[in-house]
């Protein structure tokens, strides 16, 4: 099965940008929907973005502006770019693994693999 290591989270400044990464291991992304969630302190996990094995980008409304997932498949990568950060984006975020169906994209309840987490904190 395969396994998720997530990296590039850190302290930045309100305003900044940021690129998390999820790397594979033990498999291969091409096969997953692939899905990156968030946990403020004291807050549910929430979704982020999704990225489908068809090719479809998923956001929510308050994710779409500022949010950019994508994949590599040959690296067996997927990012997530961050623009504008704003300290509400204060969380850890975690990457995720999915083969469930398409009206599920924004769901955590059909992630069959979850990284770690790595975390993100914006100063103000």
């Known amino acids: 099965q395969v396994q998720l290591v997530e990296s590039g989270g850190g302290l930045v400044q309100a305003g900044g940008s940021l690129r998390l990464s999820c790397a594979a291991s033990?498999?291969?992304?091409?096969?997953?929907?692939m899905k990156w969630f968030r946990q403020a302190p004291g807050k549910e996990r929430e979704f982020v973005a999704a990225h489908s094995t068809s090719g479809g980008y998923y956001y929510t409304d308050s994710t779409r502006a500022r949010f950019d997932i994508s994949r590599d498949n040959a690296k067996n990568t997927v990012y997530l770019q961050i623009h504008t950060l704003k300290p509400e984006d204060t969380a850890v975020y975690y990457c995720?693994?999915?083969?469930?169906?398409?009206?599920?994209?924004?769901?955590?309840?059909?992630?069959?693999?979850w990284g770690q987490g790595t975390q993100v904190t914006v100063s103000s």
């Open positions: 995720a693994a999915d083969t469930g169906p398409i009206w599920t994209i924004r769901d955590s309840g059909t992630v069959i693999v």
């Open positions: 033990g498999g291969y992304i091409e096969g997953y929907h």
